[in-house]
Nanobody
C-alpha cells in the first residue's frame, strides 16, 4: 500500500504564507512525478504546480511568483511554499504522485492524498 500524507494547511490572513508538505510512504520502485492540486467550493479540482523526477517544475500562470514547488527525492517528499496568500486561494489542497510499483505490471499509476484545508480570511 502507498500512502500520501499532507500537512501544513490552516488558517492565514491575506498576505500571509504557508508551506504544505506531502510525504509518500510504502513500497514502490520510484516516484516519477508529484504535484499539488486544489479544489475550492463549487469549483473543479485544478492543478497548482508539479515537479518531475528530473527537477523541472511548473505552476499555473496566476500563481507564478507566489507559489513555489520543490521536492526532496531522498525523503519522498514534495513541498508547496505559498506566499502573499489571497482569499481566492482558499481551497482544499491535494497532493498527487505518479508511482511505479514492482507488483504492477501495467506501469505507473496516480495516487492522491487526503487533502488539507487552506483558508485565507481577513
Amino acid at each position: 500500500q502507498v500512502q500520501l500524507v499532507e500537512s501544513g494547511g490552516g488558517l492565514v490572513q491575506p498576505g500571509g504564507s504557508l508551506r504544505l508538505s506531502c510525504a509518500a510512504s510504502g513500497s514502490f520502485v520510484s516516484i516519477n512525478f508529484m504535484g499539488w492540486y486544489r479544489q475550492a467550493p463549487g469549483k473543479q479540482r485544478e492543478l497548482v504546480a508539479d515537479i518531475f523526477s528530473g527537477g523541472s517544475t511548473n505552476s499555473v500562470n496566476s500563481e507564478k511568483g507566489r507559489f513555489t514547488i520543490s521536492r526532496d527525492s531522498a525523503k519522498n517528499t514534495v513541498y508547496l511554499q505559498m506566499n502573499s496568500l489571497k482569499a481566492e486561494d482558499t481551497a482544499v489542497y491535494f497532493c498527487s504522485a505518479l508511482i511505479t510499483l514492482a507488483t504492477e505490471p501495467r506501469g505507473p499509476f496516480y495516487t492522491w492524498g487526503q487533502g488539507t484545508q487552506v483558508t485565507v480570511f481577513s
